[in-house]
């Protein structure tokens, strides 16, 4: 099945499905020597499993990554590494229901007619359980890029029509630290507070809610990105949006900057010392990227997420006879995914910077 491949140089391949033996990653084009944290990948993946609060989804998975290749004395080798992550309490019963029948807003019409068939447990390949590969492979993007100083936040900054305030994020290690203090991932107390409340009471009424996720990737150098297609802002949007449940991405002033006028919306060049390797921006509102290639402010992002497909309330749909019939959630399921999406924004993202700098690398005029 095509489509399961991601990156052009640092390229990650996943596989499996949520309720087959594992799920795992081949990550190739790793650089060589690059200190591989066990750890520290275990610590991401722990952020996204499943069943870590009341306002998720009570499979209880550990989520165990073992490295099966590619890591040869804590450090890689330069071949491609594969990461395996058993599937440990599949519940493949609780899918009995749908298996002739198509769950509204799910993959399951479209992969029935793509393939003529579906795993129904779970989704099979549809699930939002492939994507914890993909925090393995992240992870691991992140360790290449600490060597070079550039850091990846992510943060829930609305649920429903609750926002969060904006943020300084002159401090990322504060926030990080104030973003794990909650079980939603949102960095202010009082608004966490008021998330978690809500969300917990759409879980008890049957219903799920969506919500956003906002991101600053910070020190990275000018020039990333590629004309024409492969615009830095365009492989990050592309990133996000393949990630289960996002419906929308803007970056900068995104859809907010339609409304102004272009003397509002520049952002205006200093520099120090007629230094071209320190110029900065005034205001930020290209979100760090201009005519798609990095300038060296912070590249800032949104990325939007559409309330859970399956609600545990009767709903109308239609079975694989064509036949109008009644469907109801059952099982295990978020009631809202951002806070364990953060991890999968925030790998993408790592992902996609990482991608970036060893395809500048290639140039003769690269400069890190």
Known sequence: MAGNSFGEVFR??????SHGEAIGVIIDGCPSNIEIDETFIQSELDKRKPGQSKITTQRKESDTAKILSGVFEGKSTGTPIALVIPNEDQRSKDYSHIQNKFRPSHADYTYHM????????????????????????????????KQLGIEIFAHVSSVGKIDAPNLDHSDLSTLLE????????????????????????????????????????????????????????????????????VHGFEYGSGFEGSQMIGSEHNDIFLTEDQDLEHVHTITNFSGGIQGGISNGMDITFRTAFKPVATIMRDQETVNTEGESVSISGKGRHDPCVVPRAVVIVEAMAALVITDHLLRQKSYSNARF
Do not use: W
Not at 118 to 129: I, K, L, P
Not at 185 to 192: E, G, I, L, W
Not at 229 to 240: G, N, Q, R, V
């Open 114 to 145: 793509k393939y003529g068939n579906r795993d129904y447990r779970g989704g099979g390949r549809s699930s939002a359980r492939e994507t914890a590969a993909r925090v393995a492979a992240g992870a691991v993007a992140k360790l290449f890029l």
């Open 178 to 245: 104030q973003r794990e203090n909650n079980i939603v991932r949102c960095v202010d107390p009082a608004t966490a507070n008021e998330m978690i409340s809500f969300i917990d009471g759409i879980r008890k009424a049957g219903d799920t809610v969506g919500g956003k996720i906002s991101t600053v990737i910070r020190n990275v150098p000018t020039g990333l990105g590629e004309p024409v297609f492969d615009k830095l802002h365009a492989d990050l949007a592309k990133a996000m949006m393949s990630i289960n449940a």
């Open 12 to 17: 990650i391949t996943t596989f499996g499905e």
